[in-house]
C-alpha cells in the first residue's frame, strides 16, 4: 500500500531545527542536517513512499547534511540514493571524494560510505530512496556506480531529465499517478540511461555530434532566431543532415528545441521567487506568440502555465 506524506518546515528557532532534524532523519533518511553558512533553516518536502521505495520532492535554502559512522549505524538497510538536481547544485563529498550535481544534473550514491551533502544555495531537487536489493534487480553491483553523475547537457542526461522531471511533477507532486505503478518503470529507465551514459566515452561520430549540438543549442535556448538553418551553418552542414541525426532519436530539431525551451519555462513558473509575468518568460525563452505558447504548455504538461502557477503556491 503506498503512503504519503507531506510536510513544510520553515523555522529557524532551535525548537524548529530539532523539528527540522526529526523530521528529515525519521522520514527521509538517517541524516544530521547543519546551517550553511548564516542561511535559516527552511526545508519543504513532499514524500511518497512505495514497496520500502522513498520518493521526495525537496526544496529550501543553503543546508549542509552529514552522514557519519553514527547515522550510518542507524540506517536499517542497504540503499541507493538518487538524485535529480532541478535547481541549484548539491556538492556530494565522500572518501576524499567529490560530485559536483548541477541543475539538471542527475547523480547516484550509496548508503554505505560517510558522506557529506552541501546544498550552498537556494535548491530543488527530487530524491529517491531505493533498497539496493531492488535496484541490483534492475542494475547489478550498484555500490560501483556511487558518484556517478550524468551531465544535464548529455546525450543521456537530456533524455532522463525529461522523463525525471515529469515523474517529480506527476507522482510525487500532483499525484495524479501513484509511486506504486511508476517506480519499476522509472528505476528500468534509470539504469538504461546509466548503462548508455557507461558507454559515451566510446560513442559514435553521429553522436558525438548530436551532443555538441545539444550543447551548443542548449546555450542559446533563448536566441528567437536559434533556428535549423542557423545550427545547421553553425556547425557547417545542411539542414537535412542535422535532421537526420535528430530523427535518430525520433525527434526534431524544432521538437527538442520546443521540449526544452519548455522546461526552462516550466522551471521559472515554479520558482518561490519568481515575479514575472507568464508572457515574460514566453518571450524571454524565444516564444514569439503568448497564446501559441499556453497550447504548447498544456499539450506537454496537462495544465495551461496559469493553472500549473497555482498548483506550485
Known amino acids: ?16 531545527e530539532e ?7 525519521s522520514d527521509v533518511v538517517s541524516v544530521d542536517p547543519r546551517p550553511y553558512a548564516n542561511a535559516p533553516f527552511s526545508l519543504a518536502v513532499t514524500q511518497r513512499s512505495a514497496g520500502g521505495v522513498r520518493a521526495l520532492s525537496v526544496r529550501g535554502e543553503a543546508l549542509v547534511g552529514v552522514r557519519d559512522r553514527q547515522r550510518l549505524a542507524s540506517d ?3 540503499f541507493v540514493g538518487v ?3 532541478r535547481e541549484g547544485r548539491t556538492v556530494y563529498e565522500r572518501e576524499g571524494k567529490l560530485t ?3 541543475a539538471g544534473d542527475i547523480a547516484l550514491w550509496h548508503s554505505q560510505r560517510e558522506a557529506k551533502f552541501t546544498m550552498p544555495e537556494p ?13 541490483q534487480d534492475f542494475l547489478p553491483n550498484t555500490a560501483a556506480y556511487d558518484g556517478l553523475r550524468i551531465a544535464a547537457n548529455s546525450v543521456t542526461g537530456a533524455m532522463l531529465g525529461g522523463w525525471l522531471s515529469a515523474f517529480a511533477d506527476r507522482v510525487i507532486e500532483d499525484g495524479s499517478e501513484t509511486l506504486g505503478s511508476s517506480i519499476d518503470s522509472t528505476l528500468a529507465v534509470l539504469a538504461a540511461t546509466i548503462t548508455a551514459h557507461a558507454r559515451e566515452l566510446d560513442i559514435s561520430v553521429k553522436d558525438r555530434q548530436l551532443l555538441a549540438i545539444m550543447r551548443y543549442m542548449e546555450s542559446r535556448l533563448a536566441d528567437s532566431s536559434l533556428t535549423a538553418a542557423t545550427v545547421a551553418q553553425h556547425f557547417g552542414i545542411s539542414v537535412r543532415h542535422l535532421e537526420r541525426i ?9 521538437g527538442w ?4 525551451r519548455l522546461e526552462r519555462c516550466r522551471a521559472e513558473l515554479s520558482h518561490p521567487l519568481n515575479r514575472k509575468t507568464i508572457t515574460t518568460i514566453a518571450i524571454d525563452w524565444g516564444f514569439s506568440d503568448a497564446a501559441h505558447f499556453s497550447r504548447l504548455f498544456k499539450a506537454t504538461y496537462g495544465m495551461s502555465p496559469r493553472d500549473f502557477c497555482r498548483s506550485t503556491r
Open 257 to 260: 528545441r520546443r521540449l526544452r
Open 123 to 135: 535548491y530543488r531537487k527530487l530524491c529517491m530512496v531505493v533498497p539496493a536489493e531492488k535496484f
Open 1 to 16: 500500500m503506498e503512503e504519503t506524506h507531506s510536510s513544510v518546515i520553515a523555522q529557524a528557532s532551535f525548537s524548529g
Open 83 to 85: 538524485i535529480f538536481q
Open 100 to 102: 559536483v550535481v548541477c
Open 76 to 78: 536499517a538497510n542497504e
Open 19 to 25: 523539528e527540522f532534524r526529526q523530521a528529515i532523519c
Open 246 to 254: 535528430f530523427a535518430g532519436q525520433r525527434t526534431t530539431v524544432a
